[in-house]
């Protein structure tokens, strides 16, 4: 453990408890998904709105963007799953650490701290709203470092270093939208359903900004519950293929 995630960690962990009133609203803005990510989604229709088709190049980043955040996402995932596990703070037993009123010490127990994918998708859509609006971008990146990043750290998810290396993994994709070769590749599909087919356009974006607000949980687990059942299928396969020639087997012993 490094001194300066300690240094924060112990800083923070000391208010800890002392108001059990802003413990729980410190609890609820972490994990209440309209204060967590619901704002970014209202920022990106926000700047939507103000750039109207006109201003095609802001358009075709914010299109970008939504592509980069799922894409930063799943990048945070697998390197969550790929490097060394990393136990969250407040399950760390060696670091003492107080767990604030109303937060369940025992959430996230299995998954790994180191990036904070919810770091990650914060910091890509600030980048990309402060490259089309810079007043929207400071907002974004305000919210991105106090009600999801400092919050997580307080309630011991995260330490300071998962939250950097997200927001440093975060604005570096969304900063790939300056490569307009890229950035056009990644658009222009999407920009052709807005102009062939809007209806069904706006339909898809409200669905994934939704899902987005909400950090893809739904997605999330709809892809756990389908592997979960390739697994439950293969294992009835397999059974099926060892028993039912033993089940021959007896049969023919006992004829």
Known sequence: MNAFDLSILHFLNAFVN???TFDSW???AMLDPLLDGGVFVALFWWAWGQHGKADSEKREILLFGLVACFFAVVIARVLAVSLPYRERPLNN???HLTIPHT???LILINWSSFP?????LAFCMAAILWRVSKPLGVVAAFHALVVVSVTRIYCGIHYPTD???GALLGTGIAFLSKVPGLRAAVAHPISYSLNKHAASFYAFVFLFTFEMADMFDSVRG???RLALFKIVRMMVRLNA???IPMYHGLRVNAA
């Not at 904070?116 to 990650?120: C, E, G, K, P, R």
């Open 18 to 20: 002392r108001s059990p």
């Open 103 to 105: 937060l369940d010490p």
């Open 163 to 165: 939250v950097i290396a």
């Open 93 to 95: 037993p060696l670091l």
């Open 222 to 224: 709809f892809v756990s």
């Open 26 to 28: 410190v609890v609820f």
């Open 116 to 120: 904070s994918d919810h770091a990650t």
């Open 241 to 243: 293929g060892l028993f």
